[in-house]
């Protein structure tokens, strides 16, 4: 995550997504047919992650 990015996740303030929340969880690969759980909690962290991305590149430069 870039410092903006992480800036931008902190300010949302949410209680689950966390910077490092997003940063141990983005990374993650986990099949769904293995570990479900894990799997679909590394989905909602890249959707998250990816409006806190979106946003970045929407402020950048404000």
Known sequence: MTDRE???ARMIDHPLYT???LEEWTNRND????????AM????AKGF???VKRLSERT???
């Open 60 to 62: 950048e430069g404000q």
């Open 6 to 8: 992480k800036q931008i």
């Open 19 to 21: 910077v490092e929340f």
């Open 31 to 38: 099949n769904v047919f293995i570990n479900a759980p894990a």
């Open 49 to 51: 992650y990816a409006a």
């Open 41 to 44: 909690q590394a989905i909602g």
